[in-house]
């Protein structure tokens, strides 16, 4: 996806879908887009953008379209099959699954999921990550309904860490998070990848993963082993869909 403005075919062929759905969803205002001598055009900061922030809004379709779109764009024709379709868990150990997090305020949450991925022996840049963290809860809360939150950068850092990476941390009593229900946040999955196609790839995953009821098993699970071992169940079944 380079940086320029895209047409709306080009716009849906590169995100996976539809002509005729993007076209309405610009002209409702529901997607980031400018009429420019009477045809539509789409700018990829924007877009990106967009979908950080609306990603919980999406219905599966359109998120099963922008995973394939992605998916081809970033797929690594020489991992194993399995774990070509893994592509939340795939990004995840047991060591970067934190279920007893004390943070007790938005900038502790920050400070503590840097540590974390810290204690996967991945991160380069600490000061880095946990600034464009920092900033781009400042833009807007990465926090969404039911008690999760999806911290991530703006734009992906790409000497951040060694590899991307997925890191859960859970608040068993919840912090305020800015959610968009205003109920209070516990669940955290931080996503650091290195190019936006991966990040949008694992941002869309990962929205189709938070069903209720994994949300609510990850609030009630007692191990990491057992958390990441359901995460990699929901996420084959996903896969097979």
Excluded at 1 to 8: G, I
Excluded at 76 to 85: G, I, M, R, Y
């Amino acid at each position: 996806m380079p940086f320029r403005n895209f047409t709306l075919k080009e716009f849906a062929k590169t995100l996976g879908l539809n002509l005729r759905r993007v076209e309405k969803m610009a002209q409702r205002n529901e997607l980031p887009a400018e009429r420019i001598g009477g045809q539509w055009r789409f700018n990829k900061v924007k877009v990106i953008d967009w979908y950080n922030h609306n990603i919980h809004t999406i219905d599966d379709d359109h998120l099963k379209g922008l995973e394939e779109a992605m998916g081809k764009v970033v797929v690594d024709s020489n991992a194993d099959e399995e774990l070509k379709h893994m592509v939340v868990t795939e990004l995840m150990t047991v060591s970067s699954i934190e279920l007893n997090f004390g943070a007790k305020t938005k900038a502790s949450v920050i400070r503590e999921m840097v540590k974390l991925v810290d204690r996967t022996g991945l991160l380069y840049d600490s000061e880095g990550l946990r600034d464009a963290l920092l900033e781009r809860e400042e833009m807007c809360s990465t926090a969404i309904a039911n008690g999760v939150a999806i911290p991530h950068p703006r734009r992906p850092l790409e000497y951040a860490t060694a590899e991307p990476i997925v890191c859960f941390a859970r608040v068993d009593r919840g912090i305020p998070f800015g959610a968009t229900d205003g109920k209070m946040t516990q669940l955290f999955f931080l996503i650091a990848c290195l190019d936006d196609s991966h990040h949008l790839h694992v941002l869309s995953r990962l929205a189709r993963l938070l069903t209720p009821e994994t949300i609510k098993f990850l609030k009630e699970v007692e191990c990491p082993d057992e958390a990441l071992e359901y995460l990699i169940k929901c996420e084959k079944h996903i896969s097979e869909i």
